[in-house]
């Protein structure tokens, strides 16, 4: 038969066995010496094992009662951590928060956001999804994370959009170009350029297509890929220029490109943070969501 123990069982014997007195153990914690005697004698019963030598003058543990208390002492220490976990979970300080994010602003704008967050909520850690909008999209409505940073894009009508921030688009080409020097240039300037457009996956391509639709051109499209890297790599091999937003700009640096805002119109995307309305969400997450609206706001 196994032995049921509870709580307040393991808690008397490990007194008894800290202090090596039923009497101080007995003051300890507010009992009289004999139901506090009686307790431990039932435990021992329903363990099938005798846990002290009991004297006049000490009480020391048996054989069995000190590996009785080993484990015993490990599993109170278990069991009070874990409510502290969980003060620290209800109290919104501790816990994980899953946030699916568009890749440029999983490298760009949240490593900062992270690192600031963690110094005031250690307990709390941030789990980061880098992937294409529509995929974040599905991740949040199958319950696969808290929260999505991304576009206001083709989002359903159960799915909630707190913008964050604008980012807006800049043209990029190779450093021996002719737009080389230039602060600014027209989107109808690119009707003539070769054109290296993302992939129809990516949440971009719509915008740069509604744009560019907007201002009456037709691109000539050189090339179309959907990794950010292989954009820039396409562009300093001079096959075409790109449009793309700021945030995405620093994963191109490595490729020595030039940058200019575009302008005729200017074009932001607005980045915020989608989440499900009406699913009940952690303290933790909610923090994180309350820190994020304060720092990018």
Do not use: C
Not at 101 to 124: R, W, Y
């Amino acid at each position: 038969m196994d032995p049921d123990l509870s709580l307040r069982d393991l808690r008397l014997i490990l007194e008894v066995a800290t202090r090596r007195s039923f009497t101080d153990a007995a003051h300890a914690v507010h009992m009289s010496q004999s139901a506090l005697s009686r307790a431990v004698n039932d435990a021992e019963r329903r363990l099938g094992a005798r846990l002290f030598e009991r004297t006049t003058r000490s009480v020391e543990p048996t054989a069995v009662g000190a590996e009785f208390i080993r484990i015993g002492t490990s599993m109170v220490a278990h069991y009070e951590r874990g409510l502290r976990e969980f003060a620290l979970f209800r109290d919104g300080f501790g816990g994980v928060v899953r946030v699916a994010a568009l890749p440029s602003i999983a490298a760009t704008m949240l490593p900062s956001l992270v690192a600031t967050l963690k110094v005031d909520n250690p307990g709390i850690v941030i789990d980061i999804v880098d992937t294409l909008a529509h995929v974040a999209t599905e991740q949040l409505l199958a319950g696969l994370v808290d929260y999505a940073i991304t576009v206001d894009e083709g989002l359903p009508d159960e799915v909630a959009f707190t913008p964050l921030t604008k980012d807006r688009f800049h043209v990029v080409f190779r450093d021996d170009h002719p737009y080389r020097g230039r602060r600014q240039v027209a989107w109808r300037e690119l009707a003539g350029q070769p054109f290296v457009s993302f992939g129809e996956d990516s949440s971009l391509r719509a915008l740069t297509d509604d744009t560019f639709r907007h201002v009456g051109i037709r691109p000539e499209v050189s090339f179309e890929a959907q990794n950010i890297a292989v954009i820039a790599g396409l562009v300093a091999s001079g096959l075409g220029v790109a449009a793309a937003p700021a945030m995405v700009l620093p994963l191109m640096s490595f490729a020595g490109l030039g940058t200019a805002e575009l302008v005729e119109p200017t074009v932001d995307r607005d980045i915020g943070l989608a989440y499900v309305r009406g699913r009940s969400l952690s303290p933790a997450a909610q923090r994180v969501a309350q820190a994020l609206s304060s720092q990018l706001q």
